[in-house]
């Protein structure tokens, strides 16, 4: 079956620590999206990218990177610089343009301890 | 004013009622609208694109309203697992060139038995 999938599920990062976030999909999606979601809070854009080798910033970038290295794959960065980084956190991808929607992962819950 | 607004509830309904939401969006230029469920603690999940024309999927009624830039959604005979957050979402279309889609806050539906 076609779909995304992010891993690990459930991530714990020391003060101080990078850790990555892997998002990978089979579904030959151009585009591909990071968000974030705080409880109670909507979905906030990291980064996305809408062709390999080609990635832009979204609304609250800051302490994060990505690279698109291939067309399947957007991993997440979330550096040490990322002042709370303890979030549930998203990836998407979509066939290109934003007419049929997005797909999601199903997630990775990053705790800081 | 906020991109895409929504009534955060919670709406807590009994099983079989008819819920309505409503959601407020700020682009005039936005051309793609979409209705996504989420369940508590998982990924957000596409019920419905919401069509100019109004759309139908069984108990589920999608209505878009361009001139007061508002869309709705209408959930007839209630189940107990209609319980989720309901998110609108609202591509940014500037200037000519494909936005990305806003995710609102959400409205918490609870069906009750």
């Known amino acids: 079956d076609g779909g995304i999938t992010q891993s690990p599920k459930y991530l714990f990062r020391k003060e101080g620590q990078n850790v990555t976030l892997s998002c990978e999909q089979n579904l030959n999606h151009d585009a591909m999206y990071w968000y974030r979601q705080d409880p109670g809070q909507g979905l906030r854009l990291i980064y996305y990218?809408?062709?390999?080798?080609?990635?832009q910033k979204g609304d609250i970038a800051e302490g994060y990177s990505v690279s698109r290295e291939k067309k399947e794959s957007f991993p997440l960065t979330v550096t040490s610089a990322q002042k709370n980084p303890t979030a549930f956190y998203l990836c998407a991808s979509s066939i290109g343009g934003e007419v049929y929607g997005y797909t999601f992962g199903s997630g990775t819950r990053l705790t800081v301890v | 004013r906020k991109e895409v607004e929504q009534d955060p509830g919670p709406f807590n309904v009994p099983e079989g009622a008819t819920v309505a939401f409503n959601c407020t969006y700020s682009n005039s230029a936005s051309q793609s609208f979409f209705w996504y469920r989420q369940d508590c603690r998982k990924e957000p999940k596409l019920l419905m694109s919401?069509?100019?024309s109004g759309n139908e999927d069984g108990r589920f009624t999608a209505q878009l309203n361009r001139a007061s830039q508002y869309i709705s959604l209408l959930i007839r005979d209630s189940k107990l697992s209609d319980s989720a957050t309901y998110l609108c979402?609202?591509?940014?279309?500037?200037?000519?060139?494909?936005?990305?889609?806003?995710f609102g806050k959400g409205t918490k539906l609870s069906v009750k038995p």
């Open positions: 979402v609202v591509n940014m279309n500037y200037g000519g060139s494909q936005g990305n889609l806003i």
């Open positions: 990218s809408q062709i390999v080798n080609d990635f």
């Open positions: 919401v069509y100019s």
